[in-house]
Nanobody, 121 residues
C-alpha cells in the first residue's frame, strides 16, 4: 500500500514564501515522476509543477520563475519551494506520484490528501 503525506501549507502574506513537502511511503519499486496540482473551489485542478526521476521539470506559466520543484529520490520526497507568493496562488495543493509498486514498469498515479495554502494580508 502506498501513501503520500504532504506538509508545509499555511497562511502567508503576499510576497512571502512557503515550502511544501510530500513523502511517498510503502511498497515502492520506482518512481517515474512526482508533482503538484492546485485547486480552487469551483475550478478545475491545475497542474503547477512536475519533476521526473531524471530531473526534468515542468512549470505552469503562472508560477515559472517563482516556484521551484525538486525531488529527493533517496527519500521518495518531492518539494515545492514557493517564493513571491500572490493572492492568486491561494488554493489547496495536491501532490501526486507516478510510481511502480510491483516491479512491472507499470506506473500508477497516487495522490496526497491536499494542503491549504492561503496568501493574504
Amino acid at each position: 500500500q502506498v501513501q503520500l503525506v504532504e506538509s508545509g501549507g499555511g497562511l502567508v502574506q503576499p510576497g512571502g514564501s512557503l515550502r511544501l513537502s510530500c513523502a511517498a511511503s510503502g511498497s515502492i519499486f520506482s518512481i517515474n515522476a512526482m508533482g503538484w496540482y492546485r485547486q480552487v473551489p469551483g475550478k478545475q485542478r491545475e497542474l503547477v509543477a512536475t519533476v521526473t526521476s531524471g530531473g526534468s521539470t515542468y512549470y505552469a506559466s503562472s508560477v515559472k520563475g517563482r516556484f521551484t520543484i525538486s525531488l529527493d529520490n533517496a527519500k521518495n520526497t518531492v518539494y515545492l519551494q514557493m517564493d513571491s507568493l500572490k493572492p492568486g496562488d491561494t488554493a489547496v495543493y495536491y501532490c501526486y506520484a507516478d510510481l511502480d509498486y510491483t516491479g512491472s514498469h507499470y506506473y500508477s498515479r497516487y495522490w496526497g490528501q491536499g494542503t491549504q495554502v492561503t496568501v493574504s494580508s
